[in-house]
């Protein structure tokens, strides 16, 4: 940018500075799925598993999805920031870590993998809450084999009855931590929004700076040529006035020579007439 306006090349400097990270982070995205296709089918994948374990709430699969999801949000970076340096843009810790964000939503959400997986991701979705760890108490009852029939004893509650609570338990283990889940993805949303506005805001302020910038230069080069037209004229006003006074002082002194001129000719005059 820095080197456009040095340039003077207005147009230039005015779509550098309208370029946005995120913008940037979904050109990258998108530079890897048309170049590393089988890794982004991996990713793909991944992001099917670990729904569907959420889904069906299989620890197990999610855990095994988990630490895949880790170590593939990772790789796919590093690789993605080498395909944008050898396409001569490194990019910065801020753009890289959108990156990321972009992966944990491909793997989240199943629209934002759509999108991605086209190659014409426009700009970095909104933050996305990282799947839940799953824990003993939000898993749904499994099935528990059929307890040998004996009567009650007096003091003593049924087994079933244990069993439907610690069932009603989960479940409602279950909910508040979808219920968490839920909040945190808004949550996140809305800051998101925020963080939207507040870059929009600041690239119509660049874009406003960098107009503002180049008007000051145009001005400034203005001023300096008018200037220097001013120290012409200066210049050549004072020549004029010294050829002015020059002038004068000729005709001051070729008046004088003829008055003096016209006296001797009318004495000559005279006397001639009296001889």
Same mark, same amino acid.
């Given at each position: 940018m820095a080197e456009a306006r040095r340039a003077k090349d207005a147009a230039a400097a005015r779509r550098l500075a309208a370029l946005r990270r995120p913008a940037l982070a979904a050109w990258a995205?998108? @530079?890897?799925?048309?170049? /590393? !296709? !089988? %890794?982004? #089918?991996?990713? @793909? %994948?991944l992001? %099917?598993?670990l729904r569907q374990a959420h889904r069906t709430l299989d620890a197990g699969q999610l855990h095994q999805a988990s630490r895949q999801q880790h170590q593939m949000i990772t790789l796919l970076a590093r690789e993605t920031a080498e395909l944008v340096q050898q396409a001569g843009l490194p990019l910065t810790e801020a753009v890289r870590h959108e990156v990321e964000q972009i992966l944990h939503g491909v793997l989240a959400d199943p629209q934002v993998a759509e999108e991605w997986a086209s190659a014409r991701l426009a700009k970095a979705p909104a933050a996305t809450v990282d799947f839940a760890a799953v824990t003993p108490e939000v898993l749904p009852d499994r099935p528990r084999p059929p307890a040998a029939a004996s009567a009650p004893t007096r003091g003593t509650k049924s087994q079933p009855a244990k069993s439907d609570r610690r069932g009603e338990a989960r479940r409602e283990g279950v909910k508040r931590a979808r219920a968490r889940s839920e909040e945190a993805a808004a949550q996140a949303r809305r800051s998101q929004d925020v963080l939207t506005g507040a870059q929009d805001a600041k690239q119509a302020a660049d874009a406003r700076a960098g107009r503002a910038r180049d008007r000051v230069a145009q001005l400034e080069e203005q001023l300096q /040529? #008018?200037?220097e037209e001013l120290c012409e004229a200066t210049e050549a006003a004072g020549l004029a006035d010294t050829a002015v006074t020059d002038a004068v002082r000729a005709a001051d002194k070729a008046r004088r020579t003829a008055e003096r001129a016209s006296r001797e000719l009318a004495k000559l005059t005279e006397d001639a007439d009296e001889a």
């Open positions: 995205s998108n @530079l890897f799925v048309r170049q /590393r !296709p !089988p %890794e982004a #089918a991996r990713l @793909l %994948e992001g %099917e598993t /040529r #008018a200037r």
